[in-house]
């Protein structure tokens, strides 16, 4: 119990950024226009890059016997590449719907 009342007065700051972040990430994405999603998901793309470059780092500096900051670090490159693969998927499926077709 000490130790997370240690964590939370150490990183307080940083929880509140999170919890912003979020709550700013959801109002922006349920306000986006329909004709701006391809674009939008562009961005998200590019920001899940991050997200997986972040967490190569994350693994790549923490300890090997520090499992819980290993499984993060996993996971999140698991998620942000299939967040980008599906991203990319998806845009160029809707991009598809502008290409005329041929006769």
């Known amino acids: 119990m ?5 964590f939370l007065d150490n990183n307080l ?7 912003f972040t979020i709550i700013l990430g959801f109002e922006l994405i349920s306000n986006v226009p329909t004709i701006l999603h391809t674009p939008l998901m562009s961005g998200a793309n590019a920001i899940s890059g991050v997200v997986i470059i972040g967490a190569i780092l994350l693994i790549r500096n923490a300890d090997p016997s520090d499992y819980l900051t290993l499984s ?4 999140g490159v698991i998620l942000g590449t299939v967040n980008v693969v599906g991203g990319f998927a998806v845009t160029n499926r809707m991009l598809k719907m502008f290409n005329k077709k041929k006769k």
């Open 72 to 75: 993060l670090g996993a996971l």
């Open 13 to 19: 700051l940083l929880i509140y950024l999170l919890i």
């Open 2 to 6: 000490e130790n997370i009342l240690l």
